[in-house]
C-alpha cells in the first residue's frame, strides 16, 4: 500500500517504521507514567467511574455516617455505653465489604476499655511481580457538635447537600477519608490497573489523641509489614483548584490548670481590692507564653524553619494571598493577626504563624458561672484548658516540662497552681519524596486539576505519625486532604467539597496505579 504526503511518497521501509511507532505511541504496550493504556485505567477513563460510584455508592452511605453523633471518647464519657462508635465503625466495616474489593478482608478490633479499629487488608494484584506494601490512613470519629452555632437549615447529623457541598459533622473530617481509600483502590481493580498490597486502618480515637491506635498497630504489626508508602487522608488543602500535598504539621500541647486562692467564694465588696481574682492571676500565668498584644509566643516553643520548607510557604502564601485569611467568618470589623498594607507579605507571615510558629489558643474554661447566675462573689479559683500548637520538629517532651516550669514557679500572690494534665503529641517534617512519586503526583494534578500540585505545611497535628516516621523510616510519606477553606473542621457549619474529593480520589488512584513502575 502507498501513503501520499502533500509533498512525496513515502517508501514501504518508510511506513513500517511509522507504524511501528504508532504501535509503540498508541497500542497496547503505551503507558502513561507507569499506568498501561490497555489496563483501562486512562485518566477519563477514571475521571467518570469515580464520579459515577461517589454518587452511587459513596455519597448514600456517607449521608448514614454524618447521621450517627459518634463524639470522639475524649468527649463523650459514655461513649461505650450509647454505641455511637460500634455504629459508626460497622457501617464503614460493611460498606467496604459491599464493595466486593478483590483480595479483601475486614476485620474490626476492640478490645476491652479500648476504642475500636478497623482494619482492612487488600491483597496485591494477582501475579504482580514485587508487590509492595502500601499503608493508609484515616478516621471515623468525631468532634462535638455545636449544634447551637450551626447556621440556619444545617445541624451537625442531619446531612444537607447544597450543589457540590455536604454539610454536616465528620462529612469532610475525616469520614470521607475511608471511601476515598477504598473506592481509589476498586477503580485500580475495576479499570485492570495492577495495585500492590494495602493494608487500610481507620481509628476511632483521633480527635482524643489516638491513644490506642500504638497498642493496635503493635498487635497488627505482622499485617503492616514494611510499607514502601504512608497515605494519610486527614490534613487540608489552600484551595479546591489542584493537589495540596502537606510537608510538615504541628506538634500539640495541651495544658488543663487551675489557680485557687480561697477555700470559698466571699463578697466581692467586702474582698475586692484585698484578695487577688483568680482570673487575673491565670491571665497573668498564661502572658508568660504569649504576648497578649502580638499574639507572639516565648523563644521555648519555637524552632529554626528549614529553608526549604519556608520557600513552600513563601510560595504557597504568594499564590493564595488574601485566600489565606479571607475564609475565616470574620466579623467586618475584626482583622487576622499580621495584616499589612502589603498583602504578599502578610499572608506569608501568616502562614508562617500557622505552619512553623508556635500559637496558644484558651479551649475551655471551669469556675465561673453563667452571666445569669453571677453574683457579686470574688470566685475562688479558675480553671482553664489551652492548647499550644508547637513547630513541626520541636521535642513535645522537652516542650511538655517548659510548660510545666513556666506556669508554676513564682506565681503571683503565692497563689496555688495546680497542673491537672498536660499531654504532648510530636509534630512531623515529612521525609522527602523520591523523584519518581514526586513525578506521579505531579501528573496526578495536572492531569484530573490541571494545575501543578502544592507543597505547604498545615496548622494542624496529627501527632501518631511522627512515631509511624520513626518506626518506618525509609517509607515515603503522602499526606494530603480536603479541609481546604470554609470546610469548617471542628467548628460549626462542616463541609465536604464533593466535587474537589472526587478529582482526590482521582488522583490517590493514579498514584496508587502507577507507584508499582517505582523503583524500590
Not at 463524639?71 to 461513649?79: I, L, Q
Not at 524552632?303 to 475565616?328: C, Q, S, W
Request: hydrophobic content about 35%.
Amino acid at each position: 500500500f502507498f501513503f501520499f504526503s502533500s509533498r512525496r511518497r513515502h517508501t514501504r521501509s518508510s511506513l513500517v517504521s511509522w507504524a511501528r511507532r504508532c504501535v509503540q505511541e498508541t497500542g497496547y504496550q503505551r503507558r502513561v507514567h507507569g499506568i498501561q493504556k490497555d489496563s483501562g485505567m486512562d485518566p477519563k477513563n477514571l475521571e467518570a467511574y469515580i464520579s459515577q460510584q461517589f454518587d452511587k455508592e459513596v455519597v448514600p452511605s456517607l449521608m448514614e455516617y454524618v447521621k450517627i453523633p459518634n463524639v470522639s471518647p475524649g468527649f463523650d464519657a459514655d461513649w461505650e455505653k450509647n454505641g455511637n462508635a460500634d455504629k459508626a465503625v460497622n457501617l464503614l466495616a460493611k460498606w467496604i465489604e459491599s464493595q466486593k474489593l478483590v483480595g479483601c478482608t475486614v476485620k474490626v478490633m476492640q478490645e476491652p476499655k479500648r476504642t475500636h479499629l478497623l482494619l482492612a487488608v487488600v491483597e496485591a494484584t494477582a501475579g504482580k511481580a514485587d508487590a509492595k506494601t502500601l499503608f493508609f490512613y484515616a478516621h471515623c470519629d468525631k468532634q462535638p457538635p455545636l449544634t447551637e452555632q450551626w447556621k440556619p437549615g444545617l445541624t451537625p447529623y442531619n446531612p444537607v447537600i447544597e450543589g457540590h457541598k455536604m454539610y454536616g459533622r465528620g462529612a469532610a473530617d475525616d469520614g470521607y477519608g475511608t471511601y476515598a481509600i477504598v473506592l481509589a483502590i476498586k477503580a485500580c481493580q475495576e479499570l485492570k490497573c495492577p495495585h500492590d498490597r494495602c493494608v487500610i486502618v481507620i481509628e476511632s480515637c483521633e480527635e482524643s489523641g489516638s491513644e490506642d491506635l500504638g497498642y493496635y498497630l503493635d498487635k497488627i504489626k505482622d499485617v503492616i509489614k514494611t510499607p514502601s508508602l504512608m497515605v494519610i487522608m486527614d490534613s487540608g488543602c489552600g484551595d479546591y483548584e489542584r493537589l495540596w500535598l502537606t510537608t510538615s504539621l504541628r506538634g500539640n500541647l495541651r495544658c488543663d490548670f487551675k489557680v485557687k486562692v480561697l477555700k470559698e467564694g466571699v463578697h466581692s465588696g467586702d474582698a475586692g481590692g484585698i484578695v487577688p481574682e483568680s482570673f487575673r492571676i491565670a491571665r497573668h500565668l498564661m502572658d508568660r507564653i504569649d504576648d497578649p498584644k502580638t499574639g507572639k509566643v516565648v523563644d521555648a516553643f519555637q524552632v529554626p524553619i528549614p529553608e526549604k520548607r519556608y520557600k513552600e510557604t513563601v510560595d504557597a502564601a504568594k499564590l493564595l494571598g488574601p485566600k489565606v485569611y479571607n475564609h475565616f467568618p470574620f466579623i467586618s470589623t475584626a482583622t487576622p493577626m499580621a495584616l499589612m498594607a502589603d498583602k504578599d507579605n502578610a499572608a506569608v507571615e501568616l502562614m508562617l504563624n500557622k505552619t512553623w510558629r508556635a500559637n496558644m489558643a484558651v479551649t475551655g474554661a471551669e469556675g465561673m458561672p453563667a452571666i445569669k447566675d453571677a453574683g457579686n462573689v470574688l470566685r475562688p479559683e479558675t480553671a482553664f484548658r489551652i492548647s499550644i500548637r508547637i513547630p513541626p520538629t520541636l521535642d513535645p517532651e522537652k516542650a511538655k516540662a517548659d510548660l510545666h516550669k513556666i506556669m508554676t514557679v513564682d506565681p503571683p500572690y503565692g497563689a496555688q497552681v495546680e497542673i491537672i494534665k498536660i499531654t504532648a503529641g510530636p509534630g512531623l517534617n515529612c521525609p522527602e519524596m523520591t523523584p519518581a512519586l514526586e513525578k506521579t503526583v505531579t501528573d496526578s494534578s495536572k492531569l484530573f486539576y490541571g494545575k501543578e500540585p502544592i507543597y505547604y505545611g498545615e496548622g494542624g497535628s496529627i501527632p501518631f505519625l511522627s512515631s509511624l516516621h520513626q518506626q518506618f523510616p525509609k517509607a515515603q510519606f503522602l499526606v494530603t486532604g480536603v479541609l481546604g477553606p470554609e470546610s469548617n473542621a471542628h467548628g460549626a457549619n462542616e463541609m465536604l467539597e464533593m466535587a474537589f474529593t472526587k478529582k482526590i480520589i482521582c488522583c490517590l488512584s493514579y498514584i496508587i496505579g502507577g507507584i508499582y513502575s517505582q523503583p524500590q
